[in-house]
């Protein structure tokens, strides 16, 4: 009986050690917080839930029966090597191997504290509570009181229908120690303060002086970041500006973090309408071969050809030839065409040296011959499909080939794709198909990011669903993130256009911000106290900071208001004012005649004092940076990270309204050098120039 016993309990704790894997699991999907790293489908999902029902159903019937089963207890308890010590000193070693261990701190880099803590008091939880197996929510937070405050009790209190002091006491109890928490104390009804370890927040200050900021540690991915991908010989418009910041900016931070980062430009430069552009290249350029032509109005170019097109029946014809020709690879058409992509991505360049851009360019065309490969991939397997409705309204019959992929997530809305047009031609749909194949297939990503408007929402929704059928896209191990955002608009609140409603040109619209940016400095008399290097240097870094700074520090997927002014203004959260805060906290040390090369050797030496409140506050809030950067990671936001710096600023003008850095005599003799003090304005540059630069600005010594 006793054997049948024990193998009965060691069953049943393999049943519920599966079950709290799942159910962890489970919740965590539910809260969206694995969906983001591990990428599961719904469908997956809903197994994995009716999985875990049945094992915990299981678990629970063979609980009562070891129950019913066990003799008492105190029966037992005086025989040697009876069940009962047995199963007793197994109990600590079965959830010690469910408890994780205690976070260890990185050597080599910052360190998150947030993420840090909650991991400290997740295993406290876990070791007090090892009956509760549900994910925590140890929902830490700064506090007043305190540094932190951990709020973990009055939430498990309820669940366990417990007293929330008693629990929190527990949870206090079981933190263990760690060389960030200097002090922990239980409060009002239940709170836990959290109070940090000075050594350790000098320490890590200290760092941020002699390292720089070094990202905290994490799993290393191949990221596909497609943006800008502005469409050959049409103007490139806002949309694409807004891309083409968001996209840097994330590409920046992947980088910073040390992804293997790939900038990718999807070119729109395939399709239908360079038939007509070629065509209309070879009337209006006979010689176009032997003389390339300077086409300096692609716009102008384009808008002429489709008006024939529009107008011109036997024009027409000839562009659907000239289309056929193309894809065929006919030299001279290729010719024709590669001429109309250079003039084109000539004009697209000048914007991205403005911005300093880094892209490489994978136009739609470069997927042509993988277009081939798949449609007759999914032909073969039966996935393409005429229109489900066979009649459009004028009765013609319809010859599209779809790819359906309704999901159990969302059986209505999942539109379907169109593959092959019923002139045998391909489409957007069809080039991202092939391209999604190709990025993980071919390159071996495991992240894909794709930055565009959220009117392609509907687009990236049914071509993930449909990928994923096809089996080219797997959520289990690739990660993938439509990163959208809203609508530019003008001052006066409707899309952004010229006066006559044409599209924005950007290069013009960025040498509007020069001349905004030079009449502002010039105002200020920067002219006067700058060389003319310099001015020029500062005006490019405010006028480009500006515009990037504008669009990056709202939330991305609202509309936002295209204001110069306000960009350009030298108070509230601007890039021009955070460059200037810059400036002026690079100054300090540098009017106290202490180099940067005295000041790291001060740092070494040892950690820096921080005494005053003042002094204490800034130091918490710049090492509050790794938290924030995973956080960015997790939702591809950026407006928090401008936030952050925001906040750093005001942060430094408390200490420095407070705190004496340098003190002089009434003649303006220096007679005191705080160099502590000096260290913190270091250790502050640092980390604006760190989140600067994730931000793709630029930054300037004097302005
Ligand atoms: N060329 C498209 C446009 O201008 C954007 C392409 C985005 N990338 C993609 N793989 N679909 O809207």
Redesign the pocket.
Known sequence: MESQLDQITKHCENLERAADELSSRVTALAEGQAAATDGISDAEYVTLLVHNKKLKYRAQILQKGIAEYSPPKSALSDLPNSVGSTSSSAAPAKSASRVPPLPEVPKDSMCAILQHLEAVFERAVRVAFPQHTAPVNTQIQLSKMADYQCNVAMALAKILRQNPRVVGQAVLDAAGTSPLIANMQLSGSGFINITLSTGFIREQVTRLVTHGVTPPPLNKRKVAV?FS???IAKEMHVG?LRSTIIGDSICRLLEFLGHDVLRIN?L?DWGTQFGMLIAHLQDRFPNYLKTPPAISDLQGFYKESKKRFDEDEQFKVRAYKAVVQLQGHDPDHINGWTMICDISKREFNKVYERLDVKLSPYGESFYQSRMEAIVADLEQRGLLEQARIQEDETDRKDDRKFMYSNTVEEPQTVMPLIMVKSDGGFTYDTS?MA?IRYRTQELDVDWLI?V?DAG?LQHFKSFRAAAARAGYFNSATTRMDHVMFGVVLGEDRKKFKTRSGDTVRLVELLEEGLVRAEAILKEKGRDEALSQQEFDHVKEAVAYGCIKYADLCHDRTRDYVFSFDRMLDFKGNTAAYLLYALTRICSIARTAGVSSGSLLTEARKEPMQLEHEKEWKLARTLLKLPDVILKLTEDLYLHPLCEFLYEVSTVFSEFYDNCYCVEKDKDGNITKIHTSRLLLCEATATVFKQCLAILGIKTVERM
């Open positions: 497609d991908s502005p469409n694409h999807h729109g991202d391209c794709y565009t392609q």
